[in-house]
């Protein structure tokens, strides 16, 4: 669990807790106004600069505003990753509220339930699958089934809990027949995960399988290719690696699968297994 700052803890009127209800009262406005950044008190004066991750999943790109000079979204408030795990949680809600009232693609007629996240808001890994399944759907929670089964497995080999990490997919609601997303699909909901990563700010992710990386790496090579090193995402290092539904199908390719792992808890400073 990562440990709360000392300077942040529990002291009413500090500095850093009045910017924190600043971020906390933006990403409001972002749930209102139904933008994915933070925004000023004026809407139509905030600067704005192009990003790597604009054109990410068929998201556009938006032009600075009022002509002056842009700058990145973490200059215009609190930087996320100076944020207490608590905090963070609470800057998650407005988007998992958004995400459950969401219509913009056809996932929304057929869910049960919208599958937002799990975990730690603080953690320093973040694993994202591609979609729910039936058990994700019924549960409201990735990674419940027979694969989630085998992921926790797997954070478990790593020394770590469940709870420790968070869990995320690149769609949010169920594809009829457990089918992979298509790309509108993909393009409606990566917005959301985006959010998450700029807010819970870890320090790896870990995609699991072909949907997953294709869609955060802006690539269609295959696992196999994009494996056995890291990527960026937004400034946030990528480790590809096969889905734990592939391995239970597949289970030759765990010892791949374990090599990956093993390349993330170096990169985490996690000790490995000896």
């Known amino acids: 669990m990562v440990e709360i ?12 807790l009045d910017a924190i209800r600043t971020l906390r009262q933006q990403l409001e406005l972002n749930r209102d106004f139904g933008w994915d950044m933070p925004v000023a008190s004026d809407p139509a004066r905030v600067p704005v600069e192009d990003s790597p991750t604009a054109d990410r ?11 002056e000079t842009g700058t990145t979204v973490r200059e215009t408030a609190v930087a996320p990753e100076s944020l207490p795990g608590p905090e963070k949680g609470a800057a998650l809600e407005p988007v998992e509220a958004e995400v459950a009232g969401c219509t913009l693609c056809g996932l929304c007629e057929g ?11 603080g953690a320093r890994l973040l ?3 591609e979609g729910p399944g039936r058990d994700e759907d019924l549960a409201g929670e990735p990674f419940v089934g027979k694969a989630g089964q ?52 870890p320090e790896v992710i870990c995609a699991l399988g072909g949907v997953a990386a294709k869609a955060l790496l802006s690539s269609e090579a295959s696992v196999g290719s994009l494996r056995g090193k890291f990527h960026d995402y937004d400034g946030v290092a990528v480790r590809v690696t096969y889905h734990p539904a592939y391995l239970l199908r597949s289970p030759h390719e765990k010892s791949k699968a374990w090599q990956d792992i093993k390349a ?6 996690l000790p490995l297994p000896s």
């Open 264 to 269: 993330v808890m170096s990169r985490l400073s």
């Open 150 to 201: 085998l992921l926790n497995d797997i954070i478990k080999a790593m020394g770590l809990e469940r709870e420790q990490v968070y869990i995320a997919n690149i769609v949010k609601c169920r594809p009829p027949e457990n089918r992979n997303p298509v790309t509108e699909e993909i393009a409606a909901c990566m917005p959301y995960l985006r959010r998450q990563v700029e807010i819970i700010q």
């Open 5 to 16: 700052p000392e300077d942040l803890r529990d002291q009413g009127g500090t500095p850093a």
């Open 127 to 129: 694993f994202v699958g």
């Open 57 to 67: 999943a068929g998201e556009g790109t938006r032009p600075p505003a009022g002509g």
């Open 111 to 121: 869910r049960t339930n919208t599958v937002f996240g799990v975990g730690d808001p």
